[in-house]
């Protein structure tokens, strides 16, 4: 009799270990995820936008040094670093060109253009995007870098916080992440944060602005901002 239940243990044991080994093939993806692709993310969690690009030059400096390239310039520096520390990110664009091209008598091509980037980040299954641009004033004392956010999105509003506060440490006047009404801060299924990295109507940001060491130090900020964001709300 005690060794029939022995053997029904030893039978019961081994279906047991068939068990898991049946479904570490099932299992073994989730357990091997790196650390971002974790809790409530997706795979690819975030996409990085520059502003404007190819027939789309944006606002310019007074030597007419185009805000798309400046934009680019800084966004690639921040996929690499984001890369670097582990976050995938994509890009809607990594090339001097437009997103939607312009074809004569057909009007809209700037809101097809915003529109596509969108559909870029929700065909890639990304959660997040944040845009870079560079802002302009008729007024030429004005300077400084803002987060913007979209005030009904609460993502928004702390991924743009936490942006603002890493790049308040690099400029001699703080500024305030400001809700901001942007066609790609307001897309359902897309949670967004449009980065204005500085003024090129200023002349001496405008130069700042040109300087890769100086786009690097920004591109930091940025995605030191980004970092504390997913580390504060998602592990
Ligand atoms: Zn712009």
């Known amino acids: 009799m005690r060794i029939i239940i ?59 040094n ?37 074809i004569a008598g057909r009007r809209g091509r700037h809101r097809r253009d915003l529109q596509t980037r969108i559909e870029k980040a929700k065909a890639a299954n990304c959660q997040f995007l944040v845009s870079i641009h560079c802002d302009w004033s008729t007024d030429r004392t004005r300077r400084g870098m803002v987060a ?7 993502a928004s509003k702390n991924l743009a916080l936490a942006i603002q506060d890493e790049l308040n440490k690099l400029q001699t006047k ?29 002349p001496e940001e405008a130069a700042l602005l040109q300087n890769p060491e100086y786009q690097e130090t920004i591109s930091f900020g940025i995605s030191k901002g980004i970092l504390r964001y997913f580390r504060d709300y998602y592990r």
Do not use: W
């Open 148 to 154: 913007f956010y979209n005030h009904r999105n609460q």
């Open 174 to 202: 703080p500024q305030k992440a400001a809700p901001g009404k942007y066609f790609i801060l307001e897309q359902p299924g897309v949670t967004g944060v449009l980065v204005e990295v500085g003024f090129l109507s200023h």
């Open 66 to 102: 185009l805000e798309k390239k400046i934009n680019l310039e800084i966004a690639l520096k921040l996929r690499d670093q984001l890369r670097q520390s582990g976050l995938p990110v994509l890009m809607t664009r990594e090339t001097d060109t437009e997103l939607f091209p312009y």
């Open 6 to 64: 022995l053997n029904r243990e030893k039978a019961l044991f081994v279906l047991y270990l068939l068990g898991i080994l049946l479904c570490l093939p099932v299992l073994l993806p989730y357990l091997t995820q790196p650390l971002f692709t974790e809790g409530r993310l997706n795979r690819t969690p975030m996409i990085i936008d520059p502003g404007h690009g190819g027939i789309d030059g944006g606002t310019k400096d007074h030597h007419g």
